[in-house]
C-alpha cells in the first residue's frame, strides 16, 4: 500500500506520483513517530539473508538468481508463527523486521518475523539490467510465486533459510501495507494452504486508468485548511498559459516555478506532481506542516497564481526527499527523461523505473485531473492526461508492456479473486488520499465486511497508520484496529 516512512514513505509516495500503488509508505510513518516516541523494539535482532529463486516460475526460463530477506528470530518459540512481510517497491531493511506493530504481536505470540525483498528492487534483480526485455518478468504472478516458494520451503525444509530451529508447518501470516498490503491479502487468496492469515492495510486493491480521485482527496484536505478554491483557480490559471502555446508565456512559467521541460506538459506534470505529492505527504503521515504552509500562501492577498508558484516552492523545499530519489523530483520528471532517450537508463536500482513499469503494465491509476464534463473541481492540470503518462510507457520499456493495463480486466481478476475469501483483515484509513483504491472506498465497500474478513475504517487516520509502532500518540481508531487485528490474528492461527 510503498512502498515505508521517512525512507521507506517517501520513496514509495514520490514512485506513485504517476500511478498508483502506496506502495509501502510505512516506512515514512514509522520514522517520523519513532522520533518523537521511541519503539520498544530491540536493535540489531536482524539476519539477512539469501534465497535462490527460478527468474520464471511459469515460463521457459529456467535461470537462478538471488532473493535477499531478513529475519528477525528474537521472540521465536516453538510452535509460533512466522510474519512475513514485503516493503513492496522499497528496498528491504530491518525496520520492517523490527520496527512496526506487528513486531509487538510477533512477541505475544512467539513469532518469527522476516521481511523479503520484492524482485526488481533494492539487491534482489533477476536480470542483468532493467530493459523492457529483463522486466517482462516482473510480474504479479512471479512475485506472489517468489514468496509462495520462500513459504514452502519455510514449512518443509526451514534450516536452510533460517539460524534458529524452526518447527514443522508453521502457521504463516503475511501482513504489509499499501502495496504490500495487497500482496498480503493476495498471498491469502491465491495460497490458502500456505498462508492461514493476513492482515492488508491501506491495500490498494482496486485499480483505475484515470485516478483523478488523490486530488480530489488533497482538494477536500486543502479546503478543510481554507484555500482549496484558491488552490484551484492558481491550476486553472496555469492551465490558461501554458494552452496559450505562447512560448514567451511558458517560459515565464518555467522561470516563475523552478522548473524544466521541453513541452507545457512536461511542465505542467512537473509542477502539478511537486506540490500534490509533497502535500499529500504530511496528509498521508497525519501530519499538517506543509499543507499549512500552502494555505499560508493564499492568505496574503496574493494573485491566486502567484501564491500557487509560492507553495509550490515551499512544498518543495520544505519536504527533505530521501537521497535516492533526489536526481528525479517525482514521477513526471522521470518519464519526461525516458521519454527522451530511446528506453532511458537500464541500470539495476532504479526504483523509479521498476514501479513506472509496474504503473504501465499493471495499475495504471494515472494520477490526472477530473474530465470536465464531470463538474468536479481540478487540482491539478488538465494537461497532464492518462495518454501523457502512457507515452512513456512505450518509450521507456518498448513492447514488453503491451498491452497495457485493463483496468476492468485487472479488477476482475484481483480484487474478483478476494471475494468470499477468509482471514483476511483490512484496515483503511478514513483521510487516506489512496482510500478509493482500497476495500472501503468514500462511497462504499467493495468488498463483504465480514466477521471471517472484516473491514476497519479507522476514523481520523490516514495511509498504513496501524502499522506503526505502538506509542501513546496512537489515535483511538488506530489503537482499537491494532487491538481487533491482534485478536483476530491470535484466533485464526490456533
Known amino acids: 500500500m510503498s512502498k515505508t516512512c521517512s525512507y521507506w514513505r517517501g520513496l514509495a509516495l514520490f514512485m506513485i506520483l504517476a500511478c498508483s500503488v502506496l506502495a509501502s509508505p510505512v516506512n515514512n510513518v514509522i520514522k517520523r513517530n519513532s522520533k518523537s516516541s521511541p519503539s520498544p523494539s530491540p536493535a540489531n535482532t536482524t539476519v539477512a539473508a539469501w534465497i535462490t529463486q527460478p527468474i520464471d516460475h511459469f515460463g521457459a526460463n529456467n535461470g537462478m538468481w538471488k ?5 528477525n528470530a528474537k521472540y521465536y518459540k516453538s510452535g509460533g508463527p512466522i510474519y512475513i512481510l514485503t516493503p513492496g517497491e522499497s528496498e528491504v531493511s530491518s525496520m520492517y523486521t523490527e520496527d512496526t506493530h506487528f513486531v509487538s504481536l510477533a512477541s505475544e ?54 539460524q534458529k530451529a524452526i518447527s514443522a508447518n508453521p502457521k504463516i501470516v503475511f501482513v504489509g501495507g499499501s502495496y504490500g498490503g495487497a500482496l498480503a491479502a493476495w498471498m491469502r487468496a491465491m495460497y490458502p494452504d500456505l498462508v492461514t492469515a493476513a492482515w492488508a492495510s491501506s491495500a490498494p486493491v ?26 484551484a483557480q492558481g491550476v486553472k490559471e496555469l492551465d490558461a498559459i501554458l494552452l496559450s502555446k505562447n512560448s514567451s508565456s511558458l517560459d515565464s512559467v518555467r522561470k516563475m516555478f523552478s522548473v524544466t521541460g521541453n513541452t507545457a506538459q512536461d511542465v505542467a506534470a512537473g509542477i502539478t506532481s511537486a506540490i500534490t505529492g509533497t502535500v499529500n505527504m504530511p496528509v498521508m503521515l497525519n501530519g499538517d506542516a506543509l499543507d499549512q504552509s500552502v494555505c499560508s500562501f493564499f492568505e496574503k492577498s496574493l494573485p491566486p497564481l502567484t501564491a500557487y508558484s509560492k507553495a509550490v516552492s515551499a512544498a518543495v523545499e520544505g519536504y527533505a526527499m530521501p537521497q535516492a530519489i533526489r536526481p528525479y523530483r517525482n514521477m513526471a520528471m522521470y518519464r519526461r527523461d525516458m521519454s527522451t532517450k530511446s528506453q532511458g537508463d537500464l541500470a539495476l536500482n532504479q526504483p523509479f523505473r521498476s514501479w513506472y513499469y509496474i504503473c504501465c503494465k499493471w495499475f495504471s491509476n494515472w494520477q490526472v485531473a477530473p474530465l470536465k464534463a464531470s463538474n468536479l473541481t481540478a487540482y491539478r492540470s488538465q494537461l497532464v492526461d492518462r495518454e501523457y503518462w502512457q507515452g512513456g510507457c512505450q518509450s521507456s520499456f518498448g513492447s514488453s508492456v503491451h498491452p497495457l493495463t485493463d483496468a476492468t480486466e485487472h479488477n476482475r481478476k484481483w480484487l474478483g479473486m478476494l471475494r468470499d475469501v477468509t482471514n483476511i483483515y483490512y484496515t483503511v484509513g478514513e483521510l487516506d488520499p489512496w482510500r478509493d483504491t482500497t476495500v472501503a472506498t468514500v462511497d462504499g465497500t467493495l468488498l463483504s465486511n465480514t466477521a471471517s474478513s472484516p473491514i ?39
Open 456 to 494: 476497519f475504517v479507522m476514523n481520523g487516520a490516514t495511509h498504513t497508520q496501524d502499522m506503526q509502532p505502538d506509542t501513546t500518540y496512537d489515535l483511538n481508531s488506530v489503537r482499537m484496529a491494532k487491538q481487533m487485528g491482534d485478536s483476530l490474528i491470535k484466533k485464526w492461527i490456533v
Open 206 to 231: 482496486f485499480t483505475y486508468i484515470d485516478f483523478y480521485h488523490l486530488d480530489q482527496a488533497l482538494g477536500r484536505h486543502l479546503t478543510a485548511r481554507g484555500c482549496g478554491k484558491s488552490f
Open 67 to 71: 532473493q535477499q530477506y531478513m529475519v
Open 109 to 162: 505470540t512467539n513469532g518469527l518475523m522476516v521481511a523479503i525483498e520484492h524482485r526488481f528492487f533494492g539487491n534482489s534483480n533477476p536480470m542483468p539490467d532493467l530493459s523492457g526485455a529483463s522486466l517482462k518478468y516482473l510480474t504479479l504472478e512471479n512475485t506472489l510465486e517468489d514468496f509462495a516458494r520462500f513459504i514452502r520451503i519455510a514449512k518443509t525444509n526451514s534450516s536452510t533459510l533460517f
